[in-house]
């Protein structure tokens, strides 16, 4: 989740600093005025100490999902947000939650060996020796199983290592897998390892990856020690996250729940993940070739591809409990538009103490919450209603969110204007992925925000640091775009069943880069000595993100016209329509160069008898596909795009009601209730976690999913219904424009506006 | 040394196989015809069981320069070269040699450890125990020291990684460098450490370059074991290679020596290679900041830059003795032409038995002077005369090869044609790197052998070897370029005199890239037991070596005009002028890039307050420099060559003895005897190794070097030097064509040329 593209004239932005006076997007340059103080108050407020002791408190003991000190976090929290005098209320719901009722992995043959399974304690860290509340080390949502087989090492497990596995003349038939963690979402691991015939799942974590290869282990340093073990789930979430029981609706008492056998998203293959100390047996078990360069990890001998000689043996058996999830909310009402809702979340449920994931994004929004009260107290009156969430039972499933959304539905895609989402938090560089149409909105508030370590705001830092790793080219485009390029978002964290399943317009933020954030995800090492000791140490950076969001919050909250904006979006929708043409093209010509390298030999020239080699089948040429009605929709995008902000601009934060209604409707017209192929709970036409990746986006997900598995048809379908899409979106902001005042006179003589200053709250009066 | 880029049209190339009845390039077509039969006859003898048994014998025991088991071979070898009926003897020179009187490593500090600088036999293997006449683990020409300091991790210790500590604000001043073997030549570390102003050097192998990472360690796989110990020599060879002592001219009894403390290729610090067992406790004693992700080695631990708290003392002293060396040197009188020399040679010195390094590339070279002494008692009578050359003291210093060279340089530069050298041998894809007037030869002859493993020609095999891996621009040029691009020579093995200080043409030629070959490079490690059970076990690419190196002399020796060409040659000083032109550009744009991010606040920006680090300095922006005159040489030389080119082809190998001469002197045109900037003992003006690479080429050395340290008026003056020259070649191409016959008539009517076929041998004479 980083700021990867960018730009803007470097001089032209010495003038547009934090209290230049200038005008803020979508507002009349008096509420401009009257919201930059209010917001300048807003900052001042978050306090690093209170961060650091939330943290502090709701760390103090592991608080999974149905466990008592989750529940205790979740009542604390309530009693905090009405203390700051906000309407905050528990919604609770349930859902689905394994937890280990035993777990077994040995070695077996001439040196045998059983795993630990087992993380332990540190002695200088005190929170790592509550053995008895911690979830032991597992994978949520693998099924049952009991298999022994011999293992064979797949890489990162992802569809391209099955490949170089058929190069290699491997198949993991019968087999079990033993995979490392990263490069994709854990649980396409195990699917994919099912899809090509595995009987169980192994997944480990590589000091390559996340451990002494970074850093010095913990607690010397921040990186996973030698039996840190990264616990996670596994289901199938590119299908659909949330409650697996009870897909697109809340799971409220008297809802219908798929029986368990019927649910689609558990794993095929039992899985268990282990700690790189269990694992060495295992892969020292290896036998076969040395592996490819790239599939070498960081331990000290040579990994081998396998199957190993020795079988393992594999048995996991969970209770298949469903949970109560304590959803945390507080609304405050809109002064002028109650009906417009600007929400604001992240989880506060862990897999053990928590300390970086998620608290280190908690207690920043908490503070956020607090300093919010404050204004209100002082005289503030947000325009439009904001609801803090703080989400339970993110880590298995993104169960607490999905389930509010689901159950919330119909109310999020009438009322919803934008959900802001944070999740753990670090040291470092601003990061937002999000729906474009609020790019220009991200970068403008992210000029505003100053960053505490270089005191240059954090827009510009992330832009410097962005052209000084860049290559060439990018830099280029980076030094002479004016907005910074948001990436669009995957999946992982609580945003997606706003972006994904209802087309909220959404962002995602934080801060990080700096230190090591990942040595201890998932672990009992992620706790508040941890977290103090080598992260965010100062909490500086928790109040850049309160400032940050909270600011997002407050401008989207109290904007004349909502600051939506579409020359960025539809930039960014021609690019990925040039994309989606390369890819194409590229895929031609990779089946063409492939047929050729098999016709003139070059596999016979490669053949080593001490290393055979598979060749790859002959490919068919893939077709051409009709890009027409992409392209003629993102052209028609483009114009209507620009015709609108350029009228938006004109209109000086002057516009009747219905062009905020269109805004809203604005990220809704471009989804498709039929939703995605093969997955109708994702809606969203431009963006969705991809179906081999799970975390990692990929935009216009049905056209390019498309062509990536080879369904020409498909993709063709596909293009015709993105087009419609963009057509829509096009037309609504032709019907908005025609809303907006088309001249100076009209400007002049428009009925009092939305931002009469008189209604509008200042700072300073009583109230 | 590999051909790395390549081409012809798939489909042309089936009709030009072996025995198609093609007319090789310089011959008649009588005259091909008898030579295509000779050369068969000559493929047939090369024996693997002979090349096995030669390699054993060899690798007996350790055989150095100076032992007596190195003496001893090069007696056998006479014995050997005579035995086949060939008029062989041994030439002897002396050469200074220092060999350890002591060595200490220790880590001073709490944790004392003290290094063991040994390697242990191992009890498969039967010569690994000789530890009597092993030479210990040293670095020859390290000058004695002894050393007290903290250390710093320098990476592979290149001026580059000297940048990036420039970076992270630490020094080598006063400090003990610590820097892993690889990614440049040895004794480039301990030069640039001195630089720097550190006072001793440690280098180390790291698994990750040569042990585990790549494979299993020995004894049960290829690769180095933690104790394995690379020696090696550090002397400053990119000044000058052979004797310190007698430079330029060859050291024989009465020759004037330059006194030892006058000896500039020398190190100027001490210097001690380490196993990574050793080399542990030092890198785990360093503090300071994680390294750079490209430092990071393998072992299983983070890497720190240092400096370490507690100090290093490292203390070497040595025998500063002269040793003798016997080059052997076999002689087979030209028939036709006896003052034109074609020159064969490999090393027999080892720096303990040597199996891989040398001898796998000896006993082919042995095999093949045994294949053409039978060919001679069949009746074939060479055109030119050849010599075969066994060379001592190669390890050390290039030491044989260079005091031969130099004691005959007159006489050399006479009357030799061209030098082929082959050097360590392994599995896999035939390997060249040479002058490239010689490229279409070498691509005619590798045309002509076959491949033992997949029965392709070896041409072919590597054509699409390399296609297989290029990218998609590259596989482009490779397709569509006749001859393979044949890599111009660097330095590293003994053919460094004879092209870089002579200026005869030459080849380095062998087989590799399917077996780990350098896993025991210079370690005790390396010999028959390792070479037979991990390498070219077979030996059928140590048959092969001898088939394609005995064909190329047996070719080159026969020719009726000798087989140069030189628009290869005039397309490759094409594209190395462009890449002095982008270099350039480069330059330029990367000082102004530096600049702006220093200017825009890049560094302001990156700054990390737990990391902190120093910006670079702002850079002089490099001035324009005048290509002209290199441009104007590079056309007028392709034009000239393309010319000459086809006016040999039309003369269909007949042409007057003029033409030859002319041939001989080409190469020798492209040196100039006041040498390189800095160093005038290396003279050619298109190859050299790089002043801060060592075995990496430099090719325009004199102009790529000048940019790269940004002596502008210097690569001004060298781009007119090396034009000039240039512009001679071209002129010498014309001169020759003159003396070319120039139609058909005049072919017809041309007196008895070169190839009379009554005057030259025919298989199936008796003689």
Known sequence: MRLTLAAVCLFAFAAHAVDSGHVLRGYTPGDSATEITWEQKFRALPDRDRIREDMRRLSAYPHNIGSPYDRNNAEWLLAQLKSYGLDAKIEQFTALFPTPKSRLLELLGPEPFRAKLQEPPVSVDPTSGQTSEQLPTYNAYSRDGDVTAPIVYVNYGRPEDYEVLDRMGISVKGKIVIARYGMSWRGIKPKVAAEHGAIGCILYSDP????????????????????????????????????????????????????????????????????????????????????????????????????????????????????????????????????????????????????????????????????????????????????????????????????????????????????????????????????????????????????????????????????????????????SRADLRMPALGSGSDYTVFIDHLGIASVDLGYGGEDEEDGQYHSVYDDFYWYTHFEDTTFDYGRALAQTAGTMVMRMADADILPFQFSDLADTVHLYVGQLKSLDAAMRSKAKENNLEISEGDYKALYDPKKPMVPPPVEPIPPYLNFAPLDQASDDLTEAAQSFDSAYAAAGGIAPVGVNLDLIRSERLLTDPRGLPNRPWFQHLLYAPGFYTGYGVKTIPGVREAIEQKKWTEADEQIARVAAALEHEAELLKQAQQLLPKSDEEIARAPAPTGVASRRSSPGQSN
């Open 208 to 479: 390559r990856d996340d451990g002494y290869f970074d850093g010095d282990p913990y607690p010397a340093g921040p990186m996973r020690p030698s039996e840190g073990v990264q616990r996670g789930s596994v289901m199938d979430m590119p299908v659909y996250p949330g409650d697996p029981q009870t897909p697109g609706v809340g799971a409220v008492p008297g809802v219908k729940l798929i029986p368990l056998d019927k649910v689609e998203t558990l794993t095929k293959i039992p899985v268990l993940p282990i700690s790189w100390a269990d694992a060495t047996p295992l892969l020292k078990s290896l036998g076969g070739e040395t592996v490819p360069e790239a599939w070498r990890g960081g331990l000290p001998f040579t990994y081998h591809v396998g199957p190993s000689t020795a079988k393992v043996h594999l048995a996991v058996a969970f209770n298949w409990d469903r949970k109560p999830l304590y959803d945390v909310i507080a609304r405050i009402p809109g002064s002028r538009y109650p009906d417009q809702w600007v929400i604001r979340g992240n989880h506060h449920d862990a897999w053990v103490n928590g300390a970086g994931d998620p608290l280190s994004g908690t207690s920043p929004e908490l503070e956020e919450a607090r300093a919010l009260g404050q204004l209100l107290q002082q005289g503030w009156k947000p325009e439009r209603t904001i609801i803090y969430c703080f989400w339970d039972g993110e880590e298995p499933a993104l169960l607490g969110s999905t389930e509010w959304a689901e159950y919330h539905a119909d109310e999020l895609k009438q009322h919803a204007v934008a959900y802001f989402n944070s999740d753990g938090n670090g040291r470092g560089y601003f990061q937002a992925e999000g729906s474009q149409s609020l790019e220009n909105f991200v970068n403008d508030v992210a000029r505003d925000i100053q960053d505490p370590e270089t005191k240059m705001s954090v827009w510009k830092r992330v832009r410097l640091v962005d052209i000084s790793r860049a290559t060439p080219e990018e830099r280029e485009k980076i030094r």
